[in-house]
């Protein structure tokens, strides 16, 4: 269920908020940390990243997504939140990934976990979002299970998943029972239409919702590539997450002429609603989706920072015709061929 506290104006943007397992009502922004697990995005010392996470957290940004293998995302955050005021307030949604073959024993499953723990300094994970690599090896349903049994025993409030598809999300579904599973973490933008297909329905039949990222494609889908050239893939100044996406615009999606028409198409949306930007739209497009939760926008924290801008999807909805406006470039891009060309969700990791 998604609840819808919109503001009255263009000025004080209501938080939107939705609800996660039926117990945790979280927002439908919430701010990845991804970029710490690598120096290519730009570094800060660490004083100046905590007091970035205060900045959102006052901004009400207070759902933060982190992972196992995000650099010191964790231990920040950890930081941080003991440092803050109320820390009940601020949601941390963590992953343990395994790229791996292990045997998931129940003592290796715990230390995974207390790693997290002990990582954040929590008692409880509010959110664990378990990833698999290696769907031949069927030992996530046994991983899977374990966790199941710590969350009785108070070490994970709620679980989810990170890069699943379709099939697989559905056979844990089951596996596990109702509420069982709650999120899957997967990448969905205007570009990547992917979870359009069968993850909508696996999501609505299990009352799973997603957490999406790369919904702004590094930034490309941005006011600041409105009229530019083609950048060069392999360019100095591009960041690992652009040199991702614009490889799957140029040779998947499209072409750099098609991504430019759709810009022009969210650009004149934009100007239809007071102070949004094109980012604004493309994000609000993703979010207009029942099965979508939040949308993770990731942080360069201590770098650059965007939580005004951000804030402004919040204060307006798209409509009808916005909607076939963009669907009208859509059509004209292999965006609906990529389920078959690169696979479902998470296969392009695999």
């Given at each position: 269920m998604v609840m819808l506290t919109l503001a009255p104006t263009k000025i004080d943007y209501a938080t939107e908020t939705f609800q996660l397992g039926g117990?945790?009502?979280?927002p439908r922004l919430f701010t990845g940390l991804w970029q710490l697990s690598s120096n290519s995005w730009g570094t800060a010392p660490a004083t100046k990243i905590r007091r970035e996470m205060a900045n959102y957290a006052e901004n009400g940004y207070t759902a933060f997504d982190i992972a196992d293998h995000?650099?010191?995302?964790?231990?920040?955050?950890?930081?941080?939140?003991?440092?803050?005021p109320q820390p009940e307030s601020i949601i941390g949604a963590t992953k343990w990934c395994v790229f791996r073959k292990v045997d998931p024993t129940r003592a290796l499953v715990e230390v995974a976990i207390q790693d997290r723990l002990d990582r954040m300094k929590a008692r409880r994970i509010d959110l664990l979002q378990?990833?698999?690599q290696n769907y031949e090896d069927d030992g996530y349903l046994t991983a899977l299970h374990h966790l199941q049994d710590l969350q009785r025993e108070g070490k994970i409030a709620l679980i989810g998943l990170c890069n699943f598809d379709s099939l697989r999300m559905n056979e844990i579904c089951e596996e596990l029972g109702p509420g069982g599973i709650v999120s899957n973490q997967v990448q969905f933008s205007l570009?990547?239409?992917r979870p359009l297909y069968a993850m909508a329905e696996v999501c609505k039949k299990h009352n799973v919702k997603l957490l999406t990222y790369g919904t702004v494609c590094g930034g490309f889908l941005s006011d600041a590539w409105l009229g530019?050239?083609?950048?060069?893939l392999y360019a100095g100044a591009l960041t690992p997450s652009q040199?991702?996406?614009?490889?799957m615009i140029v040779k998947a999606w499209g072409s750099w002429t098609l991504f430019q028409s759709l810009l022009v198409v969210l650009r004149s949306i934009a100007d239809k609603y007071e102070g949004m930007s094109i980012a604004n739209i493309a994000t609000r497009w993703v979010l207009d989706h029942p099965f979508v939760g939040a949308v993770i926008i990731g942080a360069r924290m201590g770098v650059s920072e965007h939580t005004d801008d951000n804030r402004k999807v919040y204060g307006f909805r798209l409509s009808s015709e916005d909607?076939?406006?963009i669907e009208a470039v859509l059509v004209q891009s292999n965006g609906s061929q990529l389920i078959?060309?690169?696979?479902d969700c998470g296969a392009e990791y695999r």
């Open positions: 117990s945790m009502t979280l995000y650099g010191s995302a964790e231990v920040l955050f950890g930081e941080f939140r003991e440092r803050w378990f990833h698999w570009v990547d239409v530019r050239d083609e950048p060069d040199r991702k996406y614009l490889d909607r076939a406006a078959r060309t690169i696979g």
